[in-house]
């Protein structure tokens, strides 16, 4: 079982599970198990638990769960014990739910009754339940019990090293989750020609065949065939606000309270040029200037033929959304007038003057306002996020949604702690209490934003396929829980990727509802100098200290918020190890083209044509397309089996080289797996060698006389991936007794060697 260093106490739970006989009755050591990632149990007490499903091909996943009783002397005939769960119930999300509501033919949550198992050692009665994974959504899982008839006394109410215990999440996704490589792109800029200002602007024209301006480097086409990425996430699509915050005087040092104070004092002046698109004027249209023809009509017409387009050619459309923020300015939108929260005619009205409460209270300090509904225009918070003191100010972010009070809210630890909680804080508590009157507000802003996707779905024949949620943390995880389950009414397989770059704590939570999560590790994909250990510590950290095995984690080089690296060889190097590394390898548009420098996309008019005329290079091109076509075709490159390799001589990395292999499950009745060994050159100038040992993991199947089985490598990535690499083929036993090995002809050199049986006479 894994654990979690910040979990206190499970060290004192377990020796009280050794044999020490407690009064009082308890409930706990609430575990999951499958037959997929934890054959031998998760411990499900905060604990996450992730799978992978087609629905189209009524897919289903057992998953067993047990629990712990001590019911001080009660015999087991005589105490009833149930799972609590709103597993595959989706189609039933609700803000919130009674437990004496649960149940129901309609209900959110169901109750599954647990069978008694035995009696432990240490005089706990075990219960067993088994249940089906059938739909993809954002689950709870939890467990009660009671004397028959009597109270429930419920798995969160008891401690666990002195703190109570909480539910277990199970997130099912979409089984294309893994499959995904992604192109990040910003439609102002991409095509952008020389001068960088409004009138030489790229648009959404830009991407299909609508393009008519006799510059055309970049469409839908260049990313899904020459590029042969099948993932295509546009920053935000919304038009944004037209105001920003202008302090009265703004300094990069000093205090979290003085940074805050100057925050304070200022005025509303014009926002940027173009101004950045997370700071949200509408959610429910498209920026006027991303048509050539400058209507928001025309935008909206130009985004629907993109989706139909890229829908044909079978390339993803994400869409980046902010749902902390938004500017000043943000109008209700048409989805407040479909919820009946205003009257059509009131769809362009600002949300902080017709709907105060759906915004944080001003951000004043030492008080926690951020807790707290603002009650007029003027008692909003002036910038985003507001429970920050002095980090992340985002001046032209001047709304901040209230999505109720819940202990993960408030700045971090070490800037200022709030008794309440704060965003390391893992208690997992929603303070608001949902099934008040008084939480009304709350539920406006959460069904509020739950309709903003399937809106888009509407608007795009349900053809949008996913979402980057920009800031996701800013979110109470049963928020987002519920956007979720909403939206995947709508279409079953649309996919939610989460920007979470803080704490470990705080990417822990979000991996609790997201189907993919940023790493904070971009920088190790950009750099000319990494090391194998650099980039193994990082990665094994992340599967077996903080998401777990088979989270699919976005990995990444560049992006809006990174800068570049003019090296475009390395950089196809550099995704390479992302393609052959378990999670979703991604790219920001600059990187085939070696952009150096981070894109000014907010406060200048930015211009890609220098780049596109001088270092659109078709092999670095080709490279790409080679290397998401390998992903595409070798379920092992796609795989959470995977073991990093070791040097047969000497043991350890090499430390210029990245060296893993990886593994599919059996494919069909004949039990044969994909095989992959990855090696990348990360040396920008030399060329190393050498020999690598076979992991035991690896389930190559050994020859025998009667049945010989002999295998054949072929560089998937070559000019002649066809071509066998080693001169004759080889038994598993040679294999795992003399290694491979591996010898680079260029800097930068990707080399995917797929292991296949073949047919060998010696």
């Known amino acids: 079982m894994q654990t979690r260093q910040w979990l206190v106490g499970w060290a004192v739970v377990v020796s009280m599970w050794a044999g020490v006989v407690q009064a009082d009755p308890w409930l706990g050591q609430l575990t999951v198990y499958d037959q997929i990632v934890w054959t031998q149990g998760k411990a499900a007490n905060y604990g996450t638990v992730k ?80 249940l089906n994974v059938q739909k993809c959504g954002a689950y709870r899982l939890t467990a009660r019990f009671r004397t028959i008839g009597g109270n429930w006394l419920w798995h969160n109410d008891y401690a666990a090293g002195f703190i109570k215990q909480r539910d277990c999440a199970i997130v099912v996704s979409p089984s294309k989750t893994r499959d995904l490589t992604i192109y990040e792109v910003n439609p102002l800029v991409v095509e952008d020609e020389s001068g960088g200002t409004f009138n030489r602007r790229s648009t959404l024209d830009d991407f299909t065949d609508r393009d008519n301006d006799g510059f055309d480097p970049f469409n839908l086409s260049y990313v899904r065939t020459e590029l042969g990425f099948n993932t295509m996430w546009i920053m935000p699509i919304f038009p944004v606000t037209q105001w920003r915050w202008q302090p009265a005087s703004w300094y990069n040092y000093g205090s979290a309270e003085q940074k805050v104070g100057w925050m304070q004092n200022g005025s509303w002046i014009n926002n940027l040029s173009p101004g950045s698109p997370y700071s949200t004027r509408n959610f429910c249209a498209v920026d006027a200037r991303y ?79 951020y807790r707290q509904a603002a009650f007029d225009e003027v008692s909003c918070a002036h910038w985003a996020p507001a429970d920050r003191k002095g980090e992340h100010i985002w001046a032209d972010a001047n709304t901040d949604f209230f999505f109720g009070d819940y202990s993960s809210l408030g700045p971090k630890s070490y800037a200022w702690l709030d008794p309440k909680g704060w965003p390391e804080n893992e208690q997992d508590l929603m303070y608001t209490d949902l099934s008040a009157p008084s939480a009304a507000n709350v539920h406006e802003v959460w069904n509020y934003f739950a309709h903003i996707l399937p809106y888009w779905l509407d608007r795009t024949g349900n053809k949008l396929d996913g979402i980057r949620a920009d800031f996701a943390q800013g979110l109470p995880p049963q928020a987002w829980e519920y956007i979720i389950n909403v939206t995947r009414q709508k279409k079953w397989d649309f996919i939610f990727l989460a920007e979470v770059l803080d704490p470990d704590q705080v990417q822990y939570r979000a991996n609790r509802h997201f189907d993919i999560l940023t790493t904070k590790e971009h920088g190790l994909y950009r750099n000319d100098n990494v090391l194998m250990s650099w980039i193994a510590g990082a990665q094994d950290f992340e599967a077996h200290q903080l998401f777990g095995p088979n989270a699919v984690i976005m990995r990444n080089g560049t992006s ?46 930015e211009s890609f044509q220098y780049f596109w005329l001088n270092n659109n290079n078709p092999q670095v091109n080709e490279m790409y397309r080679r290397i998401n076509q390998a992903r595409a075709s070798e379920p092992a490159l796609r795989s959470f089996h995977r ?58 199947v050994n020859s025998t006389a009667a049945a010989p089985v002999y295998y054949q490598a072929y560089n998937l990535v070559s000019d002649t991936p066809a071509q066998p690499v080693w001169p004759i083929p080889r038994t598993a036993q040679d294999l795992r007794a003399n290694g491979v090995g591996v010898l680079f002809a260029f800097p930068n050199e990707v080399q995917y060697l797929a292991l296949r049986t073949v047919d060998f006479a010696p």
């Not at 797996?673 to 040396?683: E, G, K």
């Open 51 to 130: 799978y992978f499903l087609n629905e189209a091909n009524n897919e289903t996943v057992p998953l067993q769960a047990t629990v712990e009783v001590f019911a001080d002397g009660t015999p087991p005939a005589q105490l009833q014990v149930e799972l609590f769960s709103n597993l595959n119930r989706r189609d039933f999300a609700k803000v919130a739910e009674r437990a004496a509501d649960a149940g129901q033919a309609n209900s959110y949550y169901l109750t599954y009754p647990m069978a008694y198992v035995q009696t432990l050692p240490n005089g706990h009665y075990l219960y067993r339940a088994t």
């Open 291 to 369: 048509a050539a023809a400058n209507t928001e009509a025309a935008a909206l017409s130009e985004f629907q033929y993109l989706v139909d387009r890229a829908e044909a050619m079978d390339l993803n459309i994400f869409i980046d959304v902010a749902f902390n923020h938004a500017g000043r300015d943000v109008v209700l939108g048409q989805v407040a007038a479909d919820l009946g929260y205003c009257q059509p005619g009131q769809i362009n009205d600002a949300i902080r003057s017709s709907k105060p409460s759906w915004c944080t209270r001003g951000s004043s300090w030492p008080e926690t306002f």
């Open 560 to 605: 809006h918020d990174e800068g570049g690296n003019g090296n475009q060889w390395a950089m196809m190097a550099r995704y390479a190890v992302c393609a052959a590394s378990y999670g979703a390898p991604m790219i920001f548009m600059g990187q085939p083209l070696g952009v150096p420098n981070k894109t000014n996309f907010e406060s200048s008019w």
């Open 643 to 700: 073991k990093f390799l070791q040097r047969k001589y000497g043991g350890g990395f090499h430390e210029r080289i990245f060296s893993v292999a990886a593994w599919s499950d059996p494919l069909g009745p004949s039990g044969l797996r994909s095989i992959v060994l990855a090696f990348v050159n990360l040396d920008i100038y030399g060329t190393p060698a050498d020999a690598y040992a076979i992991p035991p993991e690896l389930p190559l």
